[in-house]
């Protein structure tokens, strides 16, 4: 059985750092990499990052662009998404996914 578990998550003051975690069991990041969605109240889910250790590439939308970054550890088991200087329109519901299995989602939020 696969799953993602998310971890990670919390309040935050702007220019913070926080770094998610996505934990799989079933299956590894190594085939398929890991993509990080988000979705704040009232808006449209964003894609806002992804990795492929396959292929070494990755993306980064301009949003998130040298503030997030992914990596992973030793095993492909689990992924995270560093963030860093972060600002209050950071603020959402993370998701991790992977082929189509989705982590359950993790609260950021960044206020004063």
């Known amino acids: 059985q696969v799953q993602l578990v998310q971890s990670g998550g919390g309040l935050v003051r702007p220019g913070g750092s926080l770094r998610l975690s996505c934990a799989a069991s079933g299956l590894t990041f190594n085939d398929h990499g890991v993509v990080w969605y988000r979705q704040a109240p009232g808006k449209e889910r964003e894609y806002i990052a992804a990795r492929r250790w396959d292929t070494g590439n990755a993306y980064y939308a301009e949003a998130v662009r040298g503030r997030f970054s992914i990596s992973g550890d030793d095993t492909l088991s689990t992924a995270f998404l560093q963030m860093n200087n972060l600002k209050p329109d950071d603020t959402a519901v993370y998701y991790c996914?992977?082929?189509?299995?989705w982590g359950q989602g993790t609260q950021v939020t960044v206020s004063s």
């Open positions: 996914v992977t082929e189509d299995f």
